[in-house]
């Protein structure tokens, strides 16, 4: 893989040169209902296993196979999970086992992890599953004794063995782990919910319909919630919020509303475990009835049913499977007698480890909170990230303006800059209706810049933005163009129609325009307004924030269509193909894009390389070849080289491949753009605009004096973005030093820690820092302020 990643600062790194897994036996088991991603999670550890010198078995069939012993517990080889990233469910097979829950079922268990020297075990499923794990660790010694007395194993074998190790990974559709912004799988859940959502607005539409969507969660409402944020619902039934009594009329007047507001269809999202107040369930029949006694509205119900855990797994669970699958064998090979089992989960953006009891406990506190009726303590159980989702849906559900915040008289403008990205129009939704129920005045600034300095500014309303979640591209308009040359006649349309506040969305034009708008606040008294910037780009390129709107979406553009590339040589012999990505300089496309992929070797301008590292590719992928893998993929990202081009790669490969295998190339364009924006990106969207909106409110009456709006501080025009666990405020003009303006990127970025992670599954010898890695930390009640992550979906 290309190039060297720099000096290597050994004295303050730890490298995990040093953690061998030589003469340990790791296995690795699905268990519980299966998730779109487990494969991910399976190949990662199988890889990494074998990577670090230890002997890595599949257990298949959960913890059934591990009772049933013989040919369920089998060696893992490196080809042997080849091809399974892109699978949905779980290639190795789950079931539910009553066997392991009786004492008798466990002891069989252990006696077969003993006879093939088994002590490392990675545990990927729900908190049922790995309830059952921890017991069994604390079993264990016991167990051991009880074998000997059987004479089943020797005293020497009970030494060699005498310590279970412990890792959980969840995989589980529902999102209902707590300690854990997302669990495997969810993500695609959402997907397949969202493509039916879309789909059935489109016949909703034609008809004037209303339609009752069922969705799984039977004691969560993270799917339901979710999805109703993306695709802007007109109501929503989950079982953490209740409603209230004489919750039937005001949802049935709420209909009638939106119906009289020209919109021609009702969207009513329903969590399988929905209740009312009374603990009496709601039902999509009950709300069928109600919906046509009430209205006389035509009326269909659709249950999605187990649509939801099909399908490929999205780019978000590849990457988050192979994330935690790697950092799994990190804390096995870490682990010491004093460890308790963890699970490796994520917050915000990091890779953590949290004692798996503690998490364990806290998801059953939410049930207990919830059966004692104490809702809002269920909710706040439930963690951050279904806490924000909470109060944006509240947020943008209510019309009516803040009574203490009507007639603000404040007049705040909206506006995109840069190339189009998916979701930036869920993010201008969210930002008008916000500003709406904050009793701002909201103004719509169409095609950017240009737009601005020509007047192309109109008031929008509640109204005007609905349905504009799950649409791609930007409605507003948007250019390229620079504020610089135009200050006066903006300064001019500023004043004309009295703006005073700006939020600005968009990629790397819109962070330079607001640093050129920033700067000549000194001569423009009608910049010295509060400012804020929200980045939406598929390159994910603006210093200071790790994600932007837009890229999930190319992601899985990307992703989806090197699936299908890779099928086209399904029957032909060894093939590899040379793709292209955009991204500019910026290398997150191709090396995320890369790692979701299962790419062989991806090419990026930050990581230099030159016609050597190119010849030790070729002759990687040429040795590969020669075992039973059939297929690679060379990822190049359009800016990584000016000399060593596509074509230039390609033709290298092609020669240097002659005999073994051919060559394709593919340049994936502006599809990367295009599309509907990603469940992701359309939740980003509407909550980071949503947070941006309460900033702007907040700043504007720190603000107001005096009758007018000023200010000049440098906190007042700021970018929000999503940095490690936390959503934050940075002031554009401190950005400006982590800024190469020559390459449009920032100078330091998070996402080059994946590619040690993306070399190593795809068997190159590498250096990998896991100074970063997840330390163990504990499950808090109530997060510290500063760590208000509201990013994390």
Not at 97 to 124: D, M, P, W
Not at 547 to 561: E, P, R, V
Not at 716 to 737: D, K, Y
Not at 753 to 759: A, F, I, S, T, V
Request: hydrophobic share 40%; proline share 3%; net charge negative.
């Amino acid at each position: 893989m290309a190039g060297a990643t720099g000096p290597k600062r050994q004295d303050t790194r730890k490298f995990f040169e040093n953690l061998s897994g030589a003469g340990k036996c790791i296995a690795v088991l699905t268990s519980g209902g299966d998730a779109q991603g487990m494969n991910g999670a399976v190949r990662a550890v199988v890889r990494m296993g074998i990577y670090v010198g230890a002997k890595v078995y599949f257990i298949h069939e959960g913890y059934q196979g591990m009772v049933d012993g013989g040919d369920y517990i089998k060696e893992a080889t490196w080809e042997s999970v080849s091809s399974v990233l892109q699978v949905g469910g779980t290639v190795i097979g789950s079931a539910r086992c009553k066997e392991f829950r009786s004492h008798e079922g466990r002891l069989k268990a252990a006696h077969n992890l003993v006879q093939r020297g088994i002590t490392y075990l990675c545990v990927i499923g729900g908190d049922g599953s790995l309830t059952g794990a921890n017991l069994f660790r604390e079993e264990w010694s016991g167990l051991l004794n009880e074998l000997i007395e059987q004479g089943l194993i020797d005293e020497e074998a009970a030494r060699s063995h005498s310590q279970l190790h412990i890792v959980g990974m969840v995989g589980s559709i529902d999102n209902d782990f707590c300690g854990t912004d997302m669990t495997i799988g969810t993500d695609s859940a959402l997907h397949r919910i969202i493509e039916v959502v879309d789909a059935i607005m489109t016949t909703a539409q034609s008809h004037q319909r209303t339609f009752v969507l069922e969705v799984m969660g039977r004691h969560c409402g993270y799917l339901a919630l979710v999805s109703a944020l993306a695709c802007g619902a007109d109501w929503v039934f989950i079982p953490e919020m209740p409603p209230e009594d004489g919750w039937e009329d005001n949802m049935c007047q709420k209909l009638s509303e939106n119906r009289a507001d020209k919109k021609r269809l009702n969207i009513i999202i329903v969590a399988e475990g929905a209740i009312d107040c009374h603990n009496k369930a709601i039902t999509p029949d009950y709300i069928k009835d109600l919906v046509v006694s009430h209205l006389g509205f035509d009326t269909r119900v659709t249950i999605l049913g187990h649509v939801q855990r099909g399908g490929t797994p999205s780019a978000f669970d590849r990457i988050l499977a192979s994330r935690m699958g790697v950092e799994a064998v990190l804390a096995l090979l870490e682990a010491s007698t004093d460890t308790p089992a963890c699970v490796v989960s994520l917050v915000g953006n990091q890779a953590v480890r949290l004692p798996l009891m503690e998490c364990v406990q806290m998801t059953q506190e939410v049930q207990k909170a919830m059966d004692e009726k104490k809702f809002d303590e269920a909710v706040r159980l439930r963690g951050r990230s279904f806490e924000n989702n909470l109060s944006t849906y509240r947020l943008l559900a209510s019309q009516t303006a803040r009574s203490d915040l009507q007639n603000s008289s404040f007049n705040v403008a909206v506006m995109n800059v840069g190339a189009p990205a998916a979701g930036m129009n869920a993010a201008v939704r969210s930002a008008v209706r916000v500003g709406i129920t904050e009793g701002h005045k909201m103004f719509a600034v169409n095609d950017g810049f240009e737009g601005f300095y020509k007047g192309q500014i109109k008031e929008i309303k509640w109204g005007d933005v609905g349905g504009w979640t799950g649409q791609g591209g930007s409605l507003l308009g948007t250019k390229r163009t620079l504020p610089a040359k135009h200050l006066d006649e903006i300064a001019e349309q500023m004043r004309i129609h009295n703006i005073t506040a700006l939020l600005v969305i968009g990629g790397f034009e819109a962070y330079v325009g607001l640093l050129e708008l920033s700067s000549a606040r000194d001569k423009y008294p009608e910049f010295c307004v509060p400012m804020v910037m929200i980045p939406a780009t598929v390159s994910n390129n603006i210093p200071g924030s790790d994600l932007s709107i837009g890229s999930d979406t190319a992601l899985n553009a990307i992703t989806d269509t090197c699936d299908r590339i890779k099928q086209s040589a399904s029957g032909t012999k060894r093939r590899v193909f040379i793709i292209e990505t955009m991204g500019g300089y910026c290398g997150y496309l191709a090396t995320v894009g890369g790692l979701a992929a299962g790419a062989d070797t991806v090419y990026i301008y930050e990581e230099p390389f030159d016609i050597r590292d190119l010849q030790a590719n070729v002759e990687h992928l040429t040795q590969k070849m020669k075992t039973s893998i059939q297929r690679g993929l060379v990822l190049r990202n359009e800016n990584c080289n000016e000399n060593f081009t596509t074509d230039f790669i390609y033709q290298l490969y092609s020669e240097e491949g002659r005999g073994v295998f051919d060559c394709r190339k593919n340049i994936l364009g502006h599809m990367q753009q295009g599309g509907a924006p990603s469940p992701f990106d359309r939740n980003f969207g509407t909550k980071v605009a949503a947070k941006a909106i309460q900033w702007i409110t907040q700043t504007l009456k720190e603000s107001y004096k005096e009758g007018r709006v000023f200010t000049n501080s440098e906190d007042t025009a700021c970018l929000l973005g999503m940095r490690r666990r936390a959503m934050v405020f940075q002031p554009v003009a401190q950005l400006r030093e982590e800024t190469d303006f020559v390459h449009r990127i920032p100078k330091e970025q998070w996402w080059l820690k994946l590619r040690p992670l993306m070399k190593i599954l795809a068997k190159y010898k590498t250096s990998y820092d896991v100074s970063d890695a997840g330390q163990l930390e504990h499950v808090t009640r109530v997060r510290p302020k500063e760590n208000d992550a509201s990013a994390a979906i």
